[in-house]
């Protein structure tokens, strides 16, 4: 079945936790400056590498597994773990609802009775999520990327068709039952709950924030847009007779986007910044 709005939302915000998990790992080893450039600039423009800087970072051990001896940015790790728990503790709700049992298989050797052992081919299907116990972190261990993976998964009913089990002659059950609606409701709210945590650690929530540097063809202050959906981009509040070699919004104020933002920034490094009183 086609999914809802509601389900496809949350399933993009689940992707977009993903996609910035890098950036808010490396946030977490970065003290956070209120400095020149606008941190969401950076964060932005750095956005390319963030999935370098990913792979550079390799584990993906969960952030409850690490040391974190001197964390740089205290609001950046709040969030992050905040974000891990709510997942994990999601996918341990999903799995309790959703997941089939572990199967039995009756095994039986010469001279002894037959007797039934856990189906070791069932218990270790990779698709499976494993709770974690007091010795081992489960699913757990594979961090927040297999979480939101496998979230996102029983919010799009994957798995739900009966299925051919390895020596069986007919199929049988599926891995996952459909997620009861309470269940695909609690699902939705979390996916959004963990994309606004991560967006407004990363502050690439919708804001407009002043960035003190005055609009060097009109001196007025400045102001930068960003929108998690979207490029940020840089406004000259002066309107049309402000005449800097750049397009309108649909409000007449001068915009710079993209490469045009690049430049202006590139400018601003050196510029004069906007005394703001104190
Ligand atoms: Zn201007």
Redesign the pocket.
Known sequence: MYPSARVRRAVEQLRTVREHWGSLLVAIEAAPTAEWPPAQLSTHLARQAADEVELLVGDRAPLTLRQHPAPANLDALDAALRVESLLFDLADTLAAAAQRPIGRRLVSSPGRPAVWTVDEVDAGDPRRWTYRSPTDPGSRRHGLHWAAVWVEGRLLDEDTEPEQHAGAHSRGPALFGLLPEHLQHEAVRVAGQCERLVLVALQLDARSTGIGRP?P????E?TLHTDPHGAPRVT?P?GPS???PTGADKYGR?TWRAAELVELLATLDDGPRIERAA
């Open positions: 609009c063809w009109c001196a007025a400045l000259c002066t402000c005449p800097a001068r």
